[in-house]
């Protein structure tokens, strides 16, 4: 039995009310978990007309609040995509468990402020390193590098010498509008909508 979840013989016997629940742990277990399938989902913005795709890592969701975090420099495409259009989509998937939960929201952006200054703190060395670069991300090069200087690369460095890193950190909070469930199932798939803009829960035709 996994921790934090409501757990059926099948998803056919739950209510859309526990079924919503049950995504928010399962988000939940992502964002504490490094190994669990939903730590790393793929995230979707506009940019110049067009969908544009990475991973990242989730590194909070709060459901009361209906919230999702990831980290990210501020210095990248994804975070001026998101100055400019603010809708953002994110995709998770379990294929141990078969769900696959599509989540849609609005992007808050975090700079140099108490919820970027309470995460940094927390953050690793090792994490940090990855503000440190020189150039801004998505930059070209003549070769293959990190874009770190040697030592920094090797994280022969002081937390000390890191804090240069903090004026590049930005939180990307989503501020989740809508949740589609799908559960991938041989004898019948299932699917449920949960649409936070008008407090509707709705089974759904795979």
Known sequence: MKNNELIRENYTEYSLNE???????????????????????????????????R??????????????????????IKWDDLL????????????????QLRIKGKAVLH???????????????????????????????????????????QEKFTLLESEAGFTNFGIVSIQVQSIDWLWLNHAGHRRAFFDYTDGSFQWMIP
């Open 19 to 53: 079924l919503e629940q049950d995504c928010w742990n399962r988000l939940v277990t992502g964002a504490i978990k490094s190994r669990n399938p939903f730590h790393t989902p793929s995230v979707a913005t506009l940019s110049k007309g067009e969908v544009s795709m």
């Open 55 to 76: 991973t990242v890592v989730l590194r909070k969701a709060l459901p009361l609040e209906r919230e999702l975090r990831f980290h990210t420099d501020v210095r990248s």
């Open 84 to 99: 400019i259009n603010p809708g953002i989509s994110a995709l998770f998937y379990d294929a141990d468990e078969r769900i």
């Open 111 to 153: 700079h140099v402020n108490d919820i970027t200054a309470k995460a940094w703190e927390t953050t690793t060395l090792s994490s940090r390193k990855c503000y440190l670069t020189l150039h801004s991300p998505s930059s070209f090069t003549n070769s293959s590098t990190s874009g770190l200087s040697e030592d920094i690369e």
